[in-house]
Structure formats: C-alpha cells, structure tokens
C-alpha cells in the first residue's frame, strides 16, 4: 500500500487522483476535515464520478509531528510520497517551517526506516539547490549549498528537510528527491502558491520584477514522482523544470491567456528595497503578515538558469511546453472565475 502525506495541498491532491487512475492501493493523510473538499475540487476538474475515486483512498487523520498518528498510519505500507510542507517566505514563520518542514520529514523518515519502507519519494524545491554566484550560469543538482548566503527561511528549511532524507539513505533507505520549480496547476487559486498569481495577473498588475524563475506543470511534477518510484532510480535528486522564463515573459504569457491586459512597468531594486523594508515595519507595529522580505525581494531580481538534463537522460522524459500549460491552468481558471 502508498502512502501519500499532504495529500490536500496542490501536489498531493494531484497525485492521489494519478494513482487512483492507475488502481492504486491508496493511504491518504489529512490534517484537517474541511481540506479534504479541496481535494474534491481537483478530482471534479478531471472526473465526473469524483465520490468513487475519493472514496477508494484510505484517509486517516494524522498530524506528521504526532507519532502516535503517524504509526498507525504506516501500517501495511510499502512506499511513501511525502509531499506536505509549509510554505511561507515570512522570516517571522522560521520555527513553524523548521518544525514542520525539517522535523516533519525526519519523523517521515524515521518511520520509514522502522517499517523497511521499500522506497520514498520526496518533494523537495529548487529553493533548496544552491545558487551560483554569477547570474545565468547552469545550476544543477550538484550546484553547492552555501549557508552563509542569505537564503530564505523557506529555502533553509527545504534543505535541512533533504538533509534528513540523505541521513535516512545513510541508514538504509532507499529514497528520491524531487525539486521542482515553481508549479503550475489548478484547484487553489488562493494562498501562496503560483495559483494566487495567475489571479493576481487577472485582476490587474502593474509592475513586473527583473528576474527569471523556473517553472513546471503539476501533471508533469506527479507522473515524474512516479516513475522515478516504479524505476530502479534511488538516492538521488532531480531538478524539475520544464523551462526557465524572464518574469515578465510568464505574466506575459499568462495574461494573454486571460486575455487581460500585461503588466507594462519593471519594478526597479530601489523600489523593492523601500517596499520590503516597509513591510518590514508594517509587520513590526500593526502585527501585518509579511508579503515581501529582503531574500525574496533578491529571488525575483536574480537571473537563476536550472538544468533538466539529468532527469530528461534518466527517466528519458519529455517536459509539457510551458505555454502548453499556462494555457491548461488558464482555461481551469476561467471555468472557476470567467
């Protein structure tokens, strides 16, 4: 039997309905009752007969910081895909992201070592790869990680997260890495994720940052994870990225697809140094979330470059065109909120 964690969330959500497709035998962890409609959400994008596939998953309510839980979810499992995390780039949420996102996945492992897991798979980012310090140079999987640059919290837990799972190879289990870009898919339009943004793009932007990012669809990011687990592929991490764009070429792109109209302005650095340290402040004397810190103020001014090659020659896959998929996730949107 499979085990999928984060089961609720864009990835996982995701995942479960390819595995129910291919009549997989299914054990789901949830946190919280009312998540588990979002899920449904994603399956009626797909299927019309949503409750039987919902249904053949085994759901268990189960937290991945309470043991207790966890080993009653592991029983009669096999393999496990450990997809939940907390993501925020709010330096003020570093011990929240620490206990869920490091100390999480060290249970995750753990528990895999002491039921002889055959294989996990790991969903991991391209926040936790090194950075090389001149831009639009290649990096890959073996770029280094230097903890003396000024990662983000976000990034700094996702590699300790890694590090936990190299620790669990080193004690015998068998494990793959993934580490996508930023994700395209549809179902949560709101929150952090790249949902929220094409309904930024919708309703309106007006600037753009300098940068670049990598980007990849979702269908591609799960049927990735499953090959790599049903292959003989272990110990290893890939980088998923179907291609690398300028920011303003992706908003480009996707309020075509919108048809609305694209953001006409770069934001300049001195305006982002004013706007985070702003927010900054705002956070400090009303309490306000932050929206914008120094180290993402500096990701979306970077001209990062990510390879695909390693997982293109290992599993011989071919990545879905970029715009290919900015069209899909917009037609997903417009049937939500045209």
């Not at 055959?118 to 310090?133: D, F, R, T, V």
């Not at 068998?174 to 179902?187: E, T, Y």
């Not at 790249?194 to 979702?218: C, E, M, Q, W």
């Amino acid at each position: 039997m499979i085990l999928v964690t984060g089961g609720t969330g864009l990835v996982g959500s995701h995942l479960l309905f390819k595995l129910m497709s291919n009549n997989a035998s299914v054990r789901a962890i949830y946190r919280r009752a009312h998540k588990l409609e979002a899920v449904k959400k994603v399956f009626s994008d797909y299927t019309d007969d949503v409750e039987t596939f919902f249904n053949k998953i085994e759901w268990v309510e189960a937290n991945i910081n309470d043991v207790p839980s966890l080993e009653d979810a592991f029983i009669d499992i096999t393999h496990v895909y450990h997809c939940a995390a907390f993501i925020s780039f709010e330096p003020n949420k570093y011990h929240e992201l620490r206990k869920i996102n490091i100390k999480g996945t060290a249970n995750i492992v753990n528990l895999s070592i002491s039921n002889h897991i055959k294989k996990l798979c790991y969903i991991s980012s391209i926040a936790a790869i090194g950075h090389e310090p001149h831009e639009d140079t290649l990096i890959t999987e073996e770029t280094e990680w230097n903890p003396e640059d000024d990662n983000s919290v976000y990034a700094i837990t996702k590699y300790g997260a890694e590090m936990e799972v190299w620790r669990g190879t080193q004690e015998g289990l068998d494990a793959v890495i993934v580490n996508p870009g930023i994700i395209l898919g549809p179902g949560f339009w709101k929150g952090g994720g790249s949902g929220s943004l094409f309904r930024k793009i919708h309703k309106g932007l007006n600037y753009y940052p300098k940068g670049t990012s990598a980007y990849v669809d979702v269908w591609n990011v799960v049927d990735c994870m499953i090959a790599l687990m049903n292959s003989t592929l272990k110990n290893e991490r890939y980088i998923l990225i179907a291609e690398n764009l300028p920011f303003k070429i992706f908003q480009d792109k996707v309020a075509k697809a919108l048809n609305v109209k694209p953001a006409k302005k770069e934001v300049s650095l001195f305006l982002l140094s004013v706007a985070w340290r702003l927010d900054w402040l705002s956070h400090k004397l009303f309490g306000k979330r932050r929206k914008l810190s120094k180290q993402m103020t500096k990701s979306i001014s970077s001209k990062t470059v990510f390879d695909n090659s390693k997982l293109k020659r290992d599993l011989d896959f071919k990545f879905t065109p970029i715009d290919e998929s900015i069209t899909k996730v917009c037609n997903y949107y417009l049937e939500d909120f045209g």
